[in-house]
């Protein structure tokens, strides 16, 4: 089977990426299980397909392996401009444990009425392969809204999966099942198109 590195150490990330490739032709590498050194790299892109493609090319130029990356974060109307990019580095900070990020996020929230909790969730996908060139990139994103609270356990590593209710569900992502999660979040959308093109491409390349 062929190596795919999954550009990330994020359990949770990799967790549903994984989910997104059960049954393919790949073999996926968690950058997590890798003595990979990360020092000089910055995710300090404008948008999601500038950080996609830095963690892909950065790590694919570190082990060699067919790389894809993936940069995600959320929108939330009533903190416009707040988060995007910087979701994971905004509030409380990057270093936080995810009890302290979504404590800090739902306080912010605490004042926001009902109908003014709109938010998306925006993902990029970006595939290296071996020559350095990139391959394809994809998006995906969901809407919906902020719960006022938790609506399930936190996710090691998604904390905003526990409050963040898909439009036309009644129920957070952290509460349906990986199967369902996988084609209707912003994730799970962007993996599927990847998987799909990588799949059609990967040996025509």
Sequence with gaps: MQKLLI????PGKFREISEGFDGSKFELVFLGDMDVCDD????????????????AKFFHDKTGLLTLAEDSGIMVDALCGELGVKTRRWGAGERASDEEWIEYFLR??????????????????????????VLESFEGETKGFISEKL???????????SCFVPEGMNKAYAEISAEEKNKISHRGKAIFKAREWMESKFFEI
Excluded: H, W
């Design 151 to 161: 609506l399930a356990p936190i996710l090691k590593g998604l904390p905003l999966s």
């Design 7 to 10: 550009a990330t150490r994020n």
């Design 108 to 133: 912010r929230m605490s004042d926001v009425p009902a109908e003014k909790r709109s938010a998306k969730f925006v993902c990029n996908v970006c595939v290296l392969n071996e020559k350095n060139g």
């Design 40 to 55: 000089g790299f910055f995710e300090d892109g404008e948008t999601f397909l500038d950080n996609s493609y830095k963690k």
